[in-house]
């Protein structure tokens, strides 16, 4: 298996490496230190797994995690991350990750995420309510949308979560790869489909629907 491990700690990136590097069946092909860097590599590296990092700088993974699959289709995710928060599992699955693994999980546990979802099973660490996966699945096929989010366009959410994270329209245009008056474009779009009217809006209804986490704006 080629792995790439997206972190912005050196020192979580070099334990992770001498795990991994000493499994006969895992080879560690390259290192991001965080989001923009990491959607860059993937396209390169074309890894088998990525192990992700959800708190990373200039992106974070949660959003890189839709950018990832767009660019490199079969790239099994495993998001490694120190949130035991379930919306943030969630939101991995919806993305596209395939397994969600706590940094305070022991090491058996990081090396079954990575073999599990390489072989295109879930897997979520067993602090975290495995029944989300189970919800999740069956929610993906019955139900309706919940939110007036969930009725925006894949980019308009992109543009919306890329927003309310901080980025700035220009930063935006350049992870998109779009032009800065495309970003507005989308932007006038969904704040009417939406009902918001500024940036303090877009944030409040973020947090509602657990799109962020109240304490990145504490």
């Not at 699945?137 to 925006?152: A, F, G, I, M, Q």
């Not at 959410?157 to 890329?162: C, D, H, K, S, Y």
């Not at 980025?167 to 474009?185: F, G, W």
Request: aromatic content about 6%.
């Amino acid at each position: 298996m080629k792995i790439m491990i997206a972190d912005d700690h050196q020192i979580v990136r070099e334990g992770l490496k001498q795990l991994l590097n000493g499994q006969q069946d895992m080879e560690v092909v390259g290192e991001a230190q965080d989001g923009r860097e990491t959607i860059v590599k993937a396209k390169s590296l074309r890894p088998d797994v990525l192990l992700l990092d959800v708190t990373m700088p200039r992106l974070n993974g949660l959003e890189a995690i839709g950018l990832i699959k767009e660019a490199v289709p079969d790239v099994r995710i495993v998001v490694f991350s120190m949130h035991k928060k379930e919306a943030y599992a969630r939101q991995a699955l919806a993305a596209g990750a395939l397994g969600y693994v706590l940094k305070a999980s022991p090491s058996s546990e990081i090396l079954a995420a990575i073999r599990a979802v390489y072989s295109r099973e879930y897997f979520l660490s067993r602090e975290i309510n495995a029944e989300i996966i189970d919800a999740y699945l069956e929610n993906r096929k019955t139900s309706s949308p919940v939110h007036r989010y969930d009725l925006l366009s894949e980019r308009e959410q992109q543009v919306f979560r890329l927003i309310v994270e901080g980025n700035s329209t220009k930063e935006i245009a350049d992870i998109l790869c779009i032009s800065p008056k495309t970003v507005e474009k989308h932007r006038s779009n969904f704040m009417k489909k939406l009902g918001v009217n500024d940036l303090v809006g877009m944030v409040k209804y973020a947090i509602k629907i657990n799109i962020i986490d109240p304490e990145h704006w504490e």
